[in-house]
């Protein structure tokens, strides 16, 4: 069974930084994606940062949506099984719940300029508020 733990969210000045983790278990690790994914009050889930690893290739590709772009940053440690969201200068806007998602399959942009649809599996999510 999969199963998606996101933690490291809390409450941050704006110009701030937080990181969260997603660990991931019950997952195989064939070419794969996986996501960073949030939603505000009121608006629909986004895309954040998304990564894909090539298995074949020994090769992992980053994807960002242009409001995070120079300021977040998605990683995994060597195993796969935790997933990063580096968080700088962060803004007001950026306030929401995060979710990290996994599949296994190549998704375009793993998914980053979506809604995350194609997603199968999924955390809980983490709060992430941003004040001035």
């Known amino acids: 069974q999969v199963q998606l733990v996101e933690s490291g969210g809390g409450s941050v000045q704006a110009g701030g930084s937080l990181t969260l983790s997603c660990e991931i278990s019950?997952?195989?690790?064939?070419?794969?994606?996986m996501g960073w994914f949030r939603q505000a009050p009121g608006k629909e889930r986004e895309g954040v940062a998304s990564l894909y690893t090539s298995v074949a290739g020994h090769a992992t590709t980053a994807y960002y949506s242009d409001s995070v772009k120079g300021r977040f940053s998605i990683s995994q440690d060597n195993t796969g099984n935790t997933l990063y969201l580096q968080m700088d200068s962060l803004q007001l806007d950026d306030t929401a719940m995060y979710y990290c998602a996994a599949q296994q399959e190549f998704i375009p942009w793993c998914g980053v300029r979506g809604r995350g649809s194609e997603y199968i599996y999924w955390g809980q999510g983490t709060q992430v508020t941003v004040s001035s």
């Open positions: 019950g997952f195989t690790h064939d070419s794969h994606c």
